[in-house]
């Protein structure tokens, strides 16, 4: 049988997929990647390959589109975020976690080979250590996008070991990019606030000014995901999910890092119900294991992101 050359990436018009479908088809060709979501996708995603509509929830359509594209690898980015999962609990929960039993069934059903499915630092809570997180720790989320992704987590491994399928998984801390808008998580505030800095604007943030997050630009989660799917299969250990950290800072320090840049940019704060879900969540992760397993190492410090996003934003600004 020939070789399946395809891959979709589901929810590829949001804040990251966006960019990994860019960099997908650099990688396998324009013509291999088939982006898909509810939604339209930006200009350059819909110019540079096949774009296709499709409800990840609807399993005749899904199947459709990897048989029609010859798909081996699905890259599943389809979900509610934390904090408009807390607005809409039963869709996020049917979303995050049925959304991911569909794919997994394609590949116990050997129609697809591969699967890239994000968790997220949500798998942990307030009772989870929270500086320097370990990879295997007390993970008790309280929100019920931190429960759709620990149950996600639990399912992944269960489809490896069970049935064998090859399902890999990063859990992201929070993203940084300037190309895709972020979808209603917690840590938004760190890309909402660049378009204010550059706009000329002052910024009201939603977090207190000593929230510490762990975070991460989005070219070394991109590079973090790729790397991940090319390692070869014995080098995965983990099943659930990898700890992958770049570096952790709060609102304060942030707006001090991009003052260094704009001077004059001001920040207020003004908590809200996004505060609870930011405490329940650790302030940095280790994560030695990935390092040692599939030899991943960020590259994106505060200051080069923050210098890297201030320029591209402003270049698309002018
Ligand atoms: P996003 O909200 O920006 O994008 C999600 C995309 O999925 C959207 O374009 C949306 O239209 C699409 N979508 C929603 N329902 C769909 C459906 N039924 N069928 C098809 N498409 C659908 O989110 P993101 O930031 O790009 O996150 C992608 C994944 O990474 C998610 O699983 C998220 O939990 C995970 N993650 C993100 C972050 C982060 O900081 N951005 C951190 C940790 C984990
Ligand atoms: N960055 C995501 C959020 O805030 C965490 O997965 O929801």
Known sequence: MAAKTGVLVIGASGQIGTELVLALREQYGNQNVVAADLKTASEEVKESGPFELLDVMDRDRLHQLVVQYNVGQVYLLAALLSATAEQKVMPAWNLNTYGLFYVLELAREGLI????????????????????????????PSTVYGISKLAGERWCAYYHKRYGVDVRSLRYPGLIGYKGKPGGGTTDYA?????????????????????????????DAIRATMSLMEAPEEQIKIRSSYNVAAFSFTPEELAIEIRNHIPGFSVT????????????????????????????????TLETMTSDMLYHLSAMAT
């Open 113 to 140: 080979d591969k699967i890239y499915w994000p968790s997220s630092i949500a798998v942990f809570g307030p009772n989870t250590p929270k500086l320097n997180t370990p990879q295997s720790t007390i993970a008790e």
């Open 191 to 219: 890309v909402d606030i660049f378009h204010k800095a550059v706009s000329g604007q002052a910024y009201e943030c939603f977090l207190s000014k000593r929230t510490r997050l762990p975070m991460m630009y989005m070219p």
């Open 269 to 300: 704060y003004k908590p809200d119900f996004r505060q609870e879900i930011a405490d329940g969540w650790p302030s940095s992760l280790d994560d030695s294991v990935a390092a040692a397993d599939w030899g991943w190492k960020n590259e994106f």
